[in-house]
């Protein structure tokens, strides 16, 4: 039996978990926002490391028992109220037919530069392909259940997997990137829609597993200015949203330093914009207004914080985002290694604190 910090909570909330997650997201009302953090499950907490040790991190993703133990950590240890599966973007792509390793990020052994590598890229059946990434989800959703913890599923989004894949590696500007763009566009594209396909089938086959909500991860789709993102990030991000079974997991879109593109963001059909901490979001509330729900957005930094200081930083950020349909408490990005687990535990309390003040 899962337990959380809200169960303990004096006057608790009258929603359940799910329930709370899931009426934010489409914009329907709620007693407060829900909270949980990018990648809550990580090197800050003891209790992963131990169970880390001796392996790796493609290991760990692929051994379904340390997985799902280690999702679950967040809820019983730092008090979030929802558990996304712990995996990687990169994940099904191996079985597209790259070899990729780990160093700690991804790093390709023959990166794509040409049409002729794209036509060779197959999209596989990823129930046949990553089946424990399934295993992971129906055990997790078992074991949720009871407490009606809600299950967040994800994937990387096409342009920033076709980042690695063409750059070969993590990179500040991506110039390889870029270049393809200007002078081999065709094969960018080709390399987008092969991973298109991808995504779509690897989320329907997690919602399929028990993801009640799902997340689509674009990390370096900020690089790009509004103009080449509506051209190269913004048709992908669209297709992708009127593909999938909104009704039974909405989708939370997320683009790292992507101020600059919230009306593109917008204009995809995502339920839920997941905005970083350079978004000022006040502004970004009130730009979406009815259109759609926001998730965030405190640095990832203010966890080092006292703890009357993150309660104060989690009111103003509640507050700003009232005039969006919805709000989920989130960071701006994942949970940085050397974050304080008090902090995170502060950050979570500070949620439930909402409730309380408003009930």
Known sequence: MITTA????????QL?????????????????????LMRQAGRYLPEYRAL???????????DVERAVEVSLQPIRLVGSEAVILFSDIFTPVPAMGVEVDFQPGPVVENPIRSLGQVEKLRVPDPTESTPFVFEILRTLRRELEPSRIPLIGFSGAPFTLAAYLVEGQGSKGFSTLKRMMDREPEVLRALQS?????????????????AQVIQLFDTWAGLLGPRAYREWVLPVHSEIVSRLDRDRAPLILYVNNGAHVLDEMLESG????????????ARAARRVAGKASLQGNLDPRALH???????????????????????????????LPETPVEGVRAFTDAARALGETTS
């Open 16 to 36: 359940d978990p799910t329930e709370r997650l899931l009426r934010a997201c489409r914009g329907d009302a709620v007693d407060r926002p829900p909270v949980w």
């Open 270 to 281: 995502a339920d839920v914009l997941s905005l970083d901490w350079r978004v000022d979001i």
């Open 52 to 62: 880390r040790e001796g392996t790796t991190f493609l290991e760990m993703c692929r």
């Open 194 to 210: 092969r991973l298109t396909e991808m995504v779509v089938g690897y989320l329907s086959a997690q919602i399929e597993a028990g």
């Open 305 to 335: 914080q006292t703890r009357e200081q993150i309660f104060a930083s989690v009111r103003k950020i509640a507050d700003a985002a009232a005039p969006a349909r919805g709000h989920i408490l989130n960071l701006g990005h994942g949970c």
């Open 6 to 13: 809200e169960s303990a909570q004096p006057g608790s909330a």
